[in-house]
């Protein structure tokens, strides 16, 4: 080849590499900028591409006068339910895209599915502490006004799951929620708000999962929507340094004790509800109010009540039931997920609480804070036949549960440590237990 030609041929072959690299660097800066616009960075590189909550907020403002409109953009939001992306990056900067209803379907593979599941449906526009307490709970339709309360009464991050279920009042139960979405400001301010659309009635514990996985905050407190927050319990745990340690730790889930008032109309007004430990006493001594749910003593027995009236100190759960449900609050990160086998009444709080619990979560109960039951009519009619069901599961789960953690103990070294106390304590009552556990482990 002769100089001027080869010289020619190299050029050329230069100017090619530079507007190759210039392009690549092009398409894979708008690539990221599609994939990552819009998102929340709490997850690392898990990111959900996500619409704008206030961009949807306002939306729904503007058009709450146009129902016509209005009915057009549901419509178009409905479609939108689970058609997001989720992408993956790895160190080096590649980005894996996997639909976001396949990444949904094994995150909650145990649950009935598949579920059309829009997490942050609306978005709280605060800005929380990483060491916040977010409230984690369910909402049903007949609850929506409770959890509007919650919000005005907690002025603190709340990750609600809320369940439609998906036949033909599905739209007006929306509309509804977005009405009162947009009716209180304080709604807006503090509830990350996680849609699921489905067939699926009661799968209490994958809710419970839905609203503990987007909880924005390091610790999160497991509660039934219509309890009311007495005290102010944020004040009483993060204005204690030894109570924070033990949290951030995450060895320790804080009970919040429960109380119902013997004369259910008592319970209808939350502004008469005692806010101190001693104006509740008061209540004690005159037997008007005590612990929840009385006729079902194991359910909140643990806490030993007595105990509690007496102290003044936080103090240890030592006589623990597997029926035991209390109301806790607990570190987000390292905590077991509630079992999402257990669908309907019965069991599926219990069971949530027993496997943390055997995970080597210690139980200490908060000696001056409280919560009391707002009084409400339970519809009985499923009740009963799911009770048995989930008894009988029930009492599988505790023995795979024993087993399990007996043999994760063991393999990780931790079965002499303190963390695997509980299960001792617990798994011992399981007839047969011992004599397994040893000759599976030994
Ligand atoms: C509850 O606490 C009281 C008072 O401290 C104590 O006497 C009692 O033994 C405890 N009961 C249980 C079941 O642990």
Redesign the pocket.
């Known amino acids: 080849m002769r100089p001027e030609l080869r010289q020619a041929v190299t050029k050329l072959f230069k100017y090619l590499l530079i507007t190759y690299a210039i392009l690549s660097v092009i398409y894979t800066a708008s690539y990221l900028v599609a994939t990552y616009s819009g998102t929340s960075h709490d997850f690392g590189g898990l990111l959900p591409k996500a619409r704008d909550a206030h961009a949807e907020s306002d939306q729904q403002e503007s058009l709450s006068t146009h129902s016509n409109e209005q009915q057009h953009q549901q419509q178009e939001q409905q479609q939108q339910l689970g058609d997001h992306s989720v992408a993956w990056s790895n160190a080096h900067g590649a980005v894996q895209v996997l639909p976001e209803n396949l990444i949904m379907s094994k995150v909650f593979s145990e649950a009935m599915g598949p579920s059309n599941m829009t997490p942050y449906f609306f978005r709280a526009k605060e800005t929380f502490d990483k060491e916040d307490i977010t409230m984690s709970t369910l909402v049903t339709r007949n609850r929506f006004l409770v959890l509007s309360r919650l919000a005005s009464n907690y002025k603190g991050p709340i990750s609600a799951t809320v369940h439609v279920m998906d036949d033909e009042t599905k739209d007006e139960v929306i509309t509804e929620l977005q009405e009162l979405h947009s009716s209180n400001p304080d709604m807006q301010k503090y509830v990350d708000l996680h849609l699921i659309v489905d067939q699926y009635d009661r799968q209490f514990n994958m809710w419970r999962n839905v609203a503990k996985l987007f909880a924005r905050t390091d610790y999160i407190m497991m509660l039934d929507v219509d309890f009311h927050l007495c005290t102010d319990l944020r004040k009483s745990i993060r204005g204690n340094p030894e109570i924070m340690d033990r949290l951030r730790e995450g060895r320790t889930a804080l009970v919040v004790p429960a109380f119902e008032f013997d004369n259910l109309d008592d319970g209808n007004d939350w502004r008469t509800f005692p806010t101190k430990k001693d104006e509740l006493m008061d209540l004690v001594q005159e037997d008007k109010i005590g612990m929840f749910h009385k006729g079902w003593f194991k359910g909140h ?1 643990s806490t ?1 009540y ?2 509690w009236y ?2 003044d100190d936080l103090y240890k759960v ?2 623990y039931d597997f029926s035991y449900e209390p109301y806790i609050i607990y570190k987000k990160e390292g905590s077991p997920w509630c079992e999402e086998r257990f669908v309907g009444y019965g069991a599926n709080k219990a069971a949530c609480l027993y496997e943390i619990f055997l995970s080597g979560i210690e139980y200490w109960v908060l000696p001056n804070d409280f919560l009391i039951h707002q009084t409400h009519r339970y519809p009985e009619d499923a009740r009963r036949k799911e009770r048995q069901y989930n008894r009988k599961l029930y009492i599988n789960y505790r023995e795979e549960v024993c087993l399990r953690y007996a043999r994760k103990f063991h393999a990780s070294g931790e079965w002499h440590t303190s963390r695997a106390d509980n299960l001792k304590g617990e798994c011992e009552k399981i007839r047969g237990f011992k004599k397994t556990m040893m000759s599976t482990i030994n």
């Open positions: 027995g030993n007595t105990k007496e102290t030592t006589r």
